[in-house]
């Protein structure tokens, strides 16, 4: 694994973030206070079970939440600039050039019915004053660079003509047409098989590496973040319920749902053995009531964890974790 060590100064701050979706059924609380903080090359994992949050923090940062979400609360520091108080069209100045996001699924990136040629000179041109030619040659070399063969041939294709790796490989080289500082990546290798996805993470490396860039890494998958992050945040019920280095965490779990989380990873169970699960389900969070937001599948909780919601304490250097019974039981 390749850690920045060194990584430089901070990038991207949040503090006390909140997002909220308006909803018959009441107000869901997506994203209830969290803080982050972002090194300048610096990729961090941001792991939690579907409906944690995680996504729609993603979505927060760039400003691209659909109606009816809403940011209420907080601040998203950028390179010394706060983006929630600048406003959309400096927000969409900075979208696609500074800061870029990779989708899960890349017919949301990409128009089915463009060549790709077309698409990538269009978003070059967007940002970049330079004239058709000069933009063909950098889509042709961002193809190149992702590890797309003859991407001469290539950038004349249409979308459907790709498979899905190669077409997540092309929502890549958009992203990093202009060099951005930050990348968040939503879950982009979800759907591909694991050799696909391998090379996908390998290139992700390599681009780091080269570019410096920073990587927000939103994932359910904690193989994928042991393999690819410096640290790692995991979310719980839109909540960051433990935060630090990837070897800390995954090697000495603090907080219980890390823990369950790890424990039902299959590589961690003898062979032929039953994989751990995590008993229950994660709380509506139009609701979620007083104390910890997992207290009702953690086999820790105690009448503290029912009445008192626990607020992230250090646990020694940047290591953080929201719980009143920490302590690693592995």
Known sequence: MFHTNG???????????????????????????????????????????????????????????????????????????????AGEPALARLRGSRIAMIFQDPMMTLNPLLRIDTQMIEAIRAHSKVGRDAAWRRARDALGLVGIPSPEERLRAY???????????????IAMLHAPDLIIADEPTTALDVTIQAQILHEMQRLRRER?????????????????????????????????????????????????????????????????????????????????????????ATHRCRDDDPAPRSTGGERLVSCHHPGSGR
């Open 7 to 85: 990584a430089g100064g901070e990038l991207l701050r949040i503090e006390g973030l909140h997002t909220e979706f308006a909803t018959r059924a009441g107000t869901v609380r997506a994203v209830d206070g969290i803080d982050l903080r972002l090194r300048r090359g610096e990729i961090l994992g941001l792991v939690g079970e579907s409906g944690s949050g995680k996504s729609v923090t993603g979505f927060s940062i760039i400003g691209l939440l659909d109606e009816p979400g809403r940011v209420t609360a907080g601040r998203i520091v950028f390179d010394g600039q706060d983006l929630l108080a």
């Open 212 to 300: 410096e860039m920073a990587l927000i890494w939103i994932t359910h998958d904690l193989s994928v973040v042991a393999g690819l992050a410096d640290r790692v945040a995991v979310m719980y019920a839109g909540r960051i319920v433990e935060q630090g280095s990837v070897d800390e965490v995954l090697d000495t779990p603090e907080h219980p749902y890390t823990e369950g989380l790890i424990g039902s990873i299959p590589s961690h169970d003898a062979a032929g053995g039953a994989l751990a699960q995590i008993p229950g389900m994660m709380p509506s969070l139009i609701d979620v009531g007083p104390g910890c937001r997992f207290r009702e599948r953690c086999p820790r």
């Open 159 to 173: 979308p459907h003509q790709f498979s899905g790796g190669m077409r997540q490989r092309v929502v890549i080289a």
